[in-house]
């Protein structure tokens, strides 16, 4: 049988097109997620301004609790789920002395880093390497690091400075040349003292600058604490040995002491939390990733399979027995998988370089960044197209090989009505489950959590059941599109009587574009609620007459100045950061956070309080919006607990819950508690509310943001006020879902030109019959517009239930935000899509004498 498989593979390997295209795009988006999580897991960088240092002891960037006693919760529950940080974790200074103690540690360096901006000659911040900011750090850090002056000497007092030599040639500075730095406030004038630059590192990744030790001290904003602490071991010592013994003698569940590569995810904190982005990515991802490849690489083999009943019949009627029919099946679809599987991880390896260039240009990876490609994501590719290929021969083939071959010669003329009893009980066990879970998100009120969880699973329930009872869809759905077509006495005739008498080879072509169709609307339709939203709340929340912002940060010492000014009734800074909240006992998650003057609040922003006060806010005091509320469990009176995005652990009291989280952010804090908790020590904004009367405010503002290079006055926030982070999350999500809809679309073309190609026979006997070429591509054209109906109708209503229970968990509408040219863009391309694939091979089709076709195989 085997032999006998590939033989009927090489005599008709136009008809295994299909199949292979469909698996082959399935492997390529396997491999693209699989790729995209093992860069995740095994991203690393080498270490660079660490690259001295034996051992780096550093503040854990990772959470596992939102306790105090991380360790024992470690130990209770093994292997947590780690939570990253945002802020950088600072290590104690004073930590040094002990760690200098222990034996075979020659020498402790702390890594002291300041908030600084280079002033380039055009009066703006100068962006760093890589598009990042620049950091200061003290003189002695360069210890840690292979650091030579090319130019120059150390700096000396309080208004000297080294540059490395990739930022003094992008800000065209020399030894004895002036630059103004702006720290945490006003610019102040410096002199480039000197000029170093990493031995073995052209290019580092982020820009530096030095300043002496003791300004070093009395400018970074984290008294007493450092970035990390670099140790130099005694000649002849272990560096394992020492990190091990470093961290016994600390004791702290709240460092790490690393050693060797891992240095280098102590220095470039983004990198681990790049990693813990993709992990995320990727899993959401791959779940409907192989969701829609397993559904569809089956549905495609099925398609293929049932275009060859006729064959398969009369193998059975000249003696095969079914075991032999089952195993040239399987056969067949084995060594079409494989080929496709091995194939698709070329391809997707190039997926995935053009998807981190768009990731890095909206801010979601480092721009330098470089996926990991190894041989697990190409393995399970493989292995998940073979199983599938291998399951759907099985499936397909058991109908005729479960009959008598007269039986079957019968079926392969005439489709079997109705579903299989199997199908049918899963199809209706999906849709009661799916109802079910639909009306619980009803019932559950303004719930955020229960209704977020919900859609996540009704969306792959309604999807599953769509797929499974494809033909009863496609017979229903003739029913009702059955008297338009008809409304054509011949072709549309044609073609309702094809779609009617035919419901399987339809549903063939109408379940791929219920898939693309429903994921497409609920993916983009959710985002664009989730937006409208947070638009809505910013506008009205918005009651401050004018914004000051900088791409850089502001100076907190900008609302002071501010507040001085006659024309002004109140002021404040907005300060942002992410929090981390457990949920539903031990799941962590991240939470944007801002801080505010309570006194100013009201006066500047309408949170839409529900209960309580925001003018309670103090030290130990926090505000939630209602998704927060939800997702804690909290209201006005009860204590959260939670890690600030430096992973300071904190337990506030909760003094308010208000509804416009959305448009502002989920947590709110006095902002001098959580400006203290952040690594820049900067203000995002500074929201203004004019005094009554006021005049000139606008010049007065800017003159005052005159001295702050880059700070800028607008009369109103950008329409989209989410952290880059947010929103860099909400495009990559776009990328992501868009991979898995293009994949689905390419099969709906794949889909109807198998379907169309496989009817040469049945044109040739229109034609013999007196229709003509023009009849036979109307009638096609009919039965195109039934499988776009159908396709986008039930695909559009199958995306409903999930939308209402994502509009009622953002806004307790159940209406979510559609935009027509959105909506028109998903049904147009859907359209072309199909039409295309189905008229291009029929006009091919019909370029064949009717004479010729007819005598021609299956």
């Given at each position: 049988?085997?032999?006998?498989?590939?033989?009927?593979?090489?005599?008709?390997?136009?008809?295994?097109?299909?199949?292979?295209?469909?698996?082959?795009?399935?492997?390529?988006?396997?491999?693209?997620?699989?790729?995209?999580?093992?860069?995740?897991?095994?991203?690393?960088?080498?270490?660079?301004?660490?690259?001295?240092?034996?051992?780096?002891?550093?503040?854990?960037?990772?959470?596992?609790?939102?306790?105090?006693?991380?360790?024992?919760?470690?130990?209770?529950?093994?292997?947590?789920?780690?939570?990253?940080?945002?802020?950088?974790?600072?290590?104690?200074?004073?930590?040094?002395?002990?760690?200098?103690?222990?034996?075979?540690?020659?020498?402790?360096?702390?890594?002291?880093?300041?908030?600084?901006?280079?002033?380039?000659?055009?009066?703006?911040?100068?962006?760093?390497?890589?598009?990042?900011?620049?950091?200061?750090?003290?003189?002695?850090?360069?210890?840690?690091?292979?650091?030579?002056?090319?130019?120059?000497?150390?700096?000396?007092?309080?208004?000297?400075?080294?540059?490395?030599?990739?930022?003094?040639?992008?800000?065209?500075?020399?030894?004895?040349?002036?630059?103004?730095?702006?720290?945490?406030?006003?610019?102040?004038?410096?002199?480039?003292?000197?000029?170093?630059?990493?031995?073995?590192?052209?290019?580092?990744?982020?820009?530096?600058?030095?300043?002496?030790?003791?300004?070093?001290?009395?400018?970074?904003?984290?008294?007493?604490?450092?970035?990390?602490?670099?140790?130099?071991?005694?000649?002849?010592?272990?560096?394992?040995?020492?990190?091990?013994?470093?961290?016994?003698?600390?004791?702290?569940?709240?460092?790490?002491?690393?050693?060797?590569?891992?240095?280098?995810?102590?220095?470039?904190?983004?990198?681990?939390?790049?990693?813990?982005?993709?992990?995320?990515?990727?899993?959401?991802?791959?779940?409907?990733?192989?969701?829609?490849?397993?559904?569809?690489?089956?549905?495609?083999?099925?398609?293929?399979?049932?275009?060859?009943?006729?064959?398969?019949?009369?193998?059975?009627?000249?003696?095969?027995?079914?075991?032999?029919?089952?195993?040239?099946?399987?056969?067949?679809?084995?060594?079409?998988?494989?080929?496709?599987?091995?194939?698709?991880?070329?391809?997707?390896?190039?997926?995935?370089?053009?998807?981190?260039?768009?990731?890095?240009?909206?801010?979601?990876?480092?721009?330098?960044?470089?996926?990991?490609?190894?041989?697990?994501?190409?393995?399970?590719?493989?292995?998940?197209?073979?199983?599938?290929?291998?399951?759907?021969?099985?499936?397909?083939?058991?109908?005729?090989?479960?009959?008598?071959?007269?039986?079957?010669?019968?079926?392969?003329?005439?489709?079997?009505?109705?579903?299989?009893?199997?199908?049918?009980?899963?199809?209706?066990?999906?849709?009661?489950?799916?109802?079910?879970?639909?009306?619980?998100?009803?019932?559950?009120?303004?719930?955020?959590?229960?209704?977020?969880?919900?859609?996540?699973?009704?969306?792959?329930?309604?999807?599953?059941?769509?797929?499974?009872?494809?033909?009863?869809?496609?017979?229903?759905?003739?029913?009702?599109?059955?008297?338009?077509?008809?409304?054509?006495?011949?072709?549309?005739?044609?073609?309702?009587?094809?779609?009617?008498?035919?419901?399987?080879?339809?549903?063939?072509?109408?379940?791929?574009?219920?898939?693309?169709?429903?994921?497409?609307?609920?993916?983009?339709?959710?985002?664009?609620?989730?937006?409208?939203?947070?638009?809505?709340?910013?506008?009205?929340?918005?009651?401050?007459?004018?914004?000051?912002?900088s791409a850089a940060g502001v100076a907190p010492e900008v609302v002071e100045k501010v507040r001085r000014l006659d024309q002004v009734e109140a002021a404040t800074g907005v300060v942002r950061s992410t929090v981390v909240v457990a949920v539903g006992g031990d799941r962590l998650v991240s939470l944007s956070a801002q801080g505010v003057d309570p006194a100013s609040l009201r006066a500047t922003i309408d949170l839409g309080t529900r209960a309580g006060s925001t003018e309670r806010l103090g030290r130990n005091g926090v505000a939630l919006s209602t998704v927060a509320a939800s997702w804690l469990g909290l209201g006005v009176g009860d204590t959260?607990?939670?890690?600030?995005?430096?992973?300071?652990?904190?337990?506030?009291?909760?003094?308010?819950?208000?509804?416009?989280?959305?448009?502002?952010?989920?947590?709110?804090?006095?902002?001098?508690?959580?400006?203290?908790?952040?690594?820049?020590?900067?203000?995002?904004?500074?929201?203004?509310?004019?005094?009554?009367?006021?005049?000139?405010?606008?010049?007065?503002?800017?003159?005052?943001?005159?001295?702050?290079?880059?700070?800028?006055?607008?009369?109103?926030?950008?329409?989209?006020?989410?952290?880059?982070?947010?929103?860099?999350?909400?495009?990559?999500?776009?990328?992501?879902?868009?991979?898995?809809?293009?994949?689905?679309?390419?099969?709906?073309?794949?889909?109807?030109?198998?379907?169309?190609?496989?009817?040469?026979?049945?044109?040739?006997?229109?034609?013999?019959?007196?229709?003509?070429?023009?009849?036979?591509?109307?009638?096609?054209?009919?039965?195109?517009?039934?499988?776009?109906?159908?396709?986008?109708?039930?695909?559009?209503?199958?995306?409903?239930?999930?939308?209402?229970?994502?509009?009622?968990?953002?806004?307790?509408?159940?209406?979510?935000?559609?935009?027509?040219?959105?909506?028109?863009?998903?049904?147009?391309?859907?359209?072309?899509?199909?039409?295309?694939?189905?008229?291009?091979?029929?006009?091919?089709?019909?370029?064949?004498?009717?004479?010729?076709?007819?005598?021609?195989?299956?």
């Amino acid at each position: 049988m085997l032999r006998l498989a590939l033989l009927t593979l090489r005599a008709r390997a136009g008809g295994f097109v299909g199949t292979f295209v469909a698996l082959l795009l399935g492997s390529v988006v396997v491999t693209a997620c699989g790729i995209l999580m093992e860069s995740g897991l095994r991203s690393t960088v080498h270490p660079e301004r660490y690259a001295a240092a034996d051992v780096v002891v550093a503040g854990r960037q990772q959470v596992a609790t939102v306790d105090r006693d991380e360790g024992q919760d470690r130990e209770k529950r093994g292997a947590p789920v780690d939570q990253t940080l945002v802020e950088r974790v600072p290590v104690r200074s004073g930590l040094a002395e002990r760690i200098a103690s222990i034996d075979g540690v020659a020498r402790v360096t702390a890594d002291i880093g300041v908030p600084a901006q280079v002033i380039g000659r055009d009066g703006h911040p100068l962006p760093g390497a890589n598009g990042a900011p620049v950091t200061g750090h003290n003189w002695s850090a360069t210890q840690l690091g292979s650091y030579r002056l090319t130019a120059g000497r150390a700096p000396r007092g309080d208004r000297q400075v080294v540059l490395d030599a990739g930022l003094a040639e992008r800000a065209g500075l020399a030894v004895g040349d002036t630059v103004e730095l702006m720290t945490a406030s006003a610019p102040q004038t410096f002199r480039v003292s000197g000029v170093v630059a990493l031995e073995g590192v052209p290019s580092p990744r982020r820009s530096t600058l030095f300043f002496s030790d003791d300004l070093a001290e009395r400018l970074t904003p984290r008294s007493g604490f450092a970035d990390a602490l670099g140790v130099r071991a005694e000649p002849g010592t272990g560096t394992g040995e020492l990190a091990r013994a470093i961290g016994d003698a600390l004791g702290e569940p709240g460092l790490v002491v690393v050693s060797g590569e891992d240095r280098g995810q102590a220095e470039f904190p983004d990198v681990p939390a790049t990693g813990s982005r993709l992990v995320l990515l990727s899993s959401a991802l791959a779940g409907n990733a192989v969701l829609v490849t397993v559904f569809v690489s089956a549905s495609t083999l099925s398609l293929a399979m049932a275009h060859r009943r006729r064959e398969s019949a009369l193998v059975r009627a000249v003696g095969a027995t079914p075991r032999q029919v089952r195993r040239m099946v399987v056969a067949e679809a084995l060594a079409t998988a494989l080929p496709a599987g091995v194939l698709g991880w070329p391809l997707g390896v190039a997926v995935v370089h053009w998807m981190r260039d768009r990731m890095a240009a909206h801010g979601f990876v480092p721009v330098d960044f470089q996926p990991v490609i190894g041989p697990l994501p190409a393995l399970a590719a493989v292995m998940i197209v073979a199983l599938t290929a291998y399951t759907a021969a099985l499936v397909a083939a058991r109908r005729g090989t479960r009959i008598r071959p007269t039986e079957a010669l019968g079926e392969a003329t005439v489709e079997p009505a109705g579903l299989g009893r199997g199908r049918a009980i899963t199809g209706a066990v999906l849709v009661i489950g799916a109802a079910a879970v639909f009306l619980t998100g009803l019932s559950q009120g303004g719930d955020f959590a229960t209704l977020a969880g919900l859609a996540n699973s009704l969306v792959l329930l309604v999807v599953i059941a769509g797929a499974v009872l494809g033909p009863l869809l496609s017979r229903v759905s003739m029913r009702v599109l059955g008297p338009l077509l008809r409304m054509s006495r011949v072709t549309g005739y044609l073609a309702a009587a094809n779609g009617t008498t035919r419901p399987r080879r339809l549903a063939d072509a109408v379940v791929p574009l219920i898939l693309a169709v429903s994921f497409a609307c609920t993916v983009v339709f959710a985002e664009t609620t989730a937006q409208r939203t947070a638009q809505d709340q910013l506008r009205e929340g918005l009651v401050a007459d004018h914004v000051l912002t900088s791409a850089a940060g502001v100076a907190p010492e900008v609302v002071e100045k501010v507040r001085r000014l006659d024309q002004v009734e109140a002021a404040t800074g907005v300060v942002r950061s992410t929090v981390v909240v457990a949920v539903g006992g031990d799941r962590l998650v991240s939470l944007s956070a801002q801080g505010v003057d309570p006194a100013s609040l009201r006066a500047t922003i309408d949170l839409g309080t529900r209960a309580g006060s925001t003018e309670r806010l103090g030290r130990n005091g926090v505000a939630l919006s209602t998704v927060a509320a939800s997702w804690l469990g909290l209201g006005v009176g009860d204590t959260a607990r939670l890690r600030l995005g430096d992973g300071t652990p904190f337990t506030p009291r909760v003094v308010a819950v208000y509804e416009r989280g959305s448009g502002f952010a989920d947590l709110t804090f006095e902002h001098d508690l959580l400006l203290a908790h952040t690594t820049a020590r900067l203000d995002q904004s500074v929201l203004v509310r004019a005094a009554p009367g006021a005049r000139d405010l606008a010049p007065a503002l800017a003159e005052a943001a005159r001295r702050y290079p880059g700070t800028v006055v607008q009369d109103q926030l950008a329409d989209d006020a989410r952290p880059g982070q947010q929103k860099a999350n909400a495009w990559v999500n776009y990328l992501g879902v868009g991979l898995v809809v293009a994949y689905t679309g390419v099969t709906v073309v794949n889909a109807q030109a198998m379907n169309t190609a496989a009817r040469r026979r049945e044109f040739a006997l229109l034609r013999l019959g007196g229709t003509t070429p023009a009849q036979i591509m109307r009638m096609v054209r009919w039965e195109s517009l039934a499988v776009v109906l159908s396709g986008v109708g039930i695909g559009t209503l199958a995306s409903v239930p999930a939308l209402v229970l994502v509009a009622l968990a953002l806004t307790g509408s159940p209406w979510p935000t559609v935009p027509p040219t959105a909506y028109l863009g998903i049904a147009g391309g859907t359209a072309a899509l199909t039409g295309v694939a189905a008229l291009v091979p029929a006009r091919l089709l019909l370029r064949t004498r009717p004479v010729d076709a007819i005598g021609s195989g299956e």
